[in-house]
């Protein structure tokens, strides 16, 4: 067999054809997309030789099974999980060769949720303006995987540079997020500002690629009313009328009508994906 | 104009109203276009906003922009993009009763305005159109449909919209066009970007 394309045989809770995004159309309402930890796709590629940008798969909790038609060089990055290859260990976050027809399993998150799996020549899906990323909000892009997919791969460059990487040690206990406030910290009275900035929230299981939900103490408005809908950016933490704070993650729409507190700084975002719920979150407003 | 950050990489910038924030936004593109705006990833108009996201140095551009004074929009810039429809919305008799008038004026009205898309969001390639005058602004249904079909033409606010593909909505339906809005393979993929100048005729045939 030498097609170069990967069977699914267990597709997991959630998983997508992730790379870096799609950018420069959100002014036509077409979110950003991509990797939520994208450090960890990077890596994932660099591992097996692909550029940073080369599509790998998110999965989320479960991980999922494979079957190469090839040869390939596997690298599976992110959320610490279980490697198998036709049933024996293999490693976690280094190259893995799995043989035609093998069976690859990335078993369920030890800690975090999302692990990252790159094939050498990445996943050759046909791009949809400029990017292979699933988007869950809007649907352009590969479907989610289903038992029974099949995806091409592209070819292998077959260069292994030496990567450098230190083993993630996974998800802190808590979750610091640093924010700039605003653009609309003026919203909010003087008392929610002081709990947003003090008090402890935790990541609610309604979470997904969209938005961090978070529960705890609800943050009051200085005003009433509606903001007309306005821009929206990666990292904004929205916050509806209920009060609860959700921060804006890769598919989050390109526009919305509830004030902005604070904007959470890319940097701290991957960390922010691989959240379990439950997990204590502090914001911390920085400049 | 107010200029507020948006984290570390944008700015957003609101203006004093629709008229203004579109003049503004076209003022971006042509200065883009001529090579004199420092490198901005998305520039999103919305009703009364533009954000300039992925932005090296917000702080400098930030106090560039205050001194900026946008031409003022010239109406008949570009050429018109023709959508064709069909007034057959459910919705079209109450759009015609809170306008006060009959079914077959209230299609007149809507065929005799010049639209622009102000901004684009809700779905990809769903451009939210400004045009009628403030008197034929209309409200949201109280309940919204659970399947709006791709194609509808719909009012709400000041605005008229087509929805690119089927979803939900809470939008006034007064029409169908058969016209593709939104095709992820065709360059452009949005029929209607913002900045578009747009008219409705009747009769969408089929």
Redesign the interface.
């Known amino acids: 067999m030498s097609d170069r394309a990967v069977a699914v045989v267990r597709a997991g809770a959630l998983t997508t054809v992730q790379d870096l995004g799609r950018?420069?159309?959100?002014?036509?309402?077409?979110p950003r997309s991509g990797a939520l930890d994208p450090a960890a796709g990077r890596l994932v590629n660099r591992l097996v030789g692909n550029a940073e940008g080369a599509a790998v798969l998110e999965t989320t909790v479960s991980g999922c099974a494979l079957r190469p038609r090839c040869a390939v060089t596997v690298a599976v990055g992110g959320a610490p999980c279980p490697v198998r290859v036709d049933g024996r260990p293999a490693a976690w976050g280094t190259t893995v060769r799995v043989g035609a027809g093998s069976l690859l399993e990335v078993g369920a998150a030890v800690r975090g949720l999302r692990s990252y799996v790159a094939f050498g020549g990445g996943i050759a899906v046909a791009p949809?303006?400029g990017s292979r990323s699933a988007d869950l909000l809007?649907g352009?892009g590969p479907a989610p995987l289903a038992e029974g997919t099949v995806l091409p791969l592209g070819a292998d460059t077959g260069v292994r540079v030496p990567v450098d990487a230190p083993p993630w040690p996974g998800p802190a206990a808590e979750l610091v997020l640093r924010v700039?406030l605003?653009?609309?910290d003026d919203w909010f009275t003087a008392g929610a500002l002081r709990t947003f900035a003090t008090r402890a929230y935790r990541v609610s299981a309604a979470s997904n690629r969209i938005g961090l939900r978070l529960e705890g103490p609800a943050l009051e408005r200085a005003r009433p009313g509606e903001l007309?809908?306005?821009?929206?950016?990666l990292?904004?933490v929205q916050v509806p009328p209920d009060g609860h704070p959700v921060v804006f993650l890769a598919d989050h729409?390109?526009?919305g009508g509830y004030p902005?507190v604070a904007?959470?700084?890319?940097a701290d975002l991957g960390a922010a994906a691989q959240a379990v719920p439950g997990t204590p979150v502090r914001f911390v407003p920085v400049r | 104009m107010r200029v507020?950050?948006?984290?570390?990489?944008?700015l957003?910038v609101e203006l004093e109203g629709g008229g203004a924030t579109e003049a503004f936004h076209a003022e971006l593109l042509r200065r883009r276009a001529a090579g004199a705006l420092p490198a901005v990833?998305?520039?999103?108009?919305?009703?009364?906003?533009?954000?300039l996201?992925?932005v090296d140095d917000p702080g400098r551009l930030a106090a560039e922009l205050a001194g900026w004074e946008p031409a003022p929009l010239h109406a008949r810039v570009g050429e018109a993009v023709e959508v064709p429809v069909r007034y057959d919305g459910p919705d079209l008799p109450e759009v015609a009763a809170l306008w006060g008038v009959s079914v077959e004026a209230a299609v007149r009205i809507h065929t005799a305005a010049e639209f622009r898309v102000a901004?684009?969001?809700?779905?990809?390639?769903?451009g939210y159109l400004t045009g009628l005058g403030e008197r034929y602004e209309v409200p949201r249904r109280a309940t919204p449909r659970t399947a709006v079909p791709a194609g509808s033409v719909a009012l709400a606010g000041p605005y008229t919209g087509v929805y690119p593909r089927s979803s939900p909505g809470g939008w006034q339906l007064i029409g169908t066009t058969d016209v593709v809005l939104w095709d992820?393979?065709r360059d452009p993929?949005?029929l209607l970007?913002?900045g578009t100048r747009v008219r409705f005729t009747a009769g969408g045939g089929r």
């Open positions: 950018t420069g159309y959100a002014h036509l309402g077409v949809v303006l809007s352009l700039r605003g653009p609309r007309p809908s306005e821009g929206m950016v990292g904004a729409p390109t526009t902005v904007v959470v700084r890319e | 507020l950050r948006a984290g570390d990489r944008a957003l990833r998305e520039i999103v108009p919305a009703a009364r906003t533009v954000l996201d992925g901004f684009c969001g809700f779905a990809p390639g769903f992820a393979g993929a949005a970007a913002p």
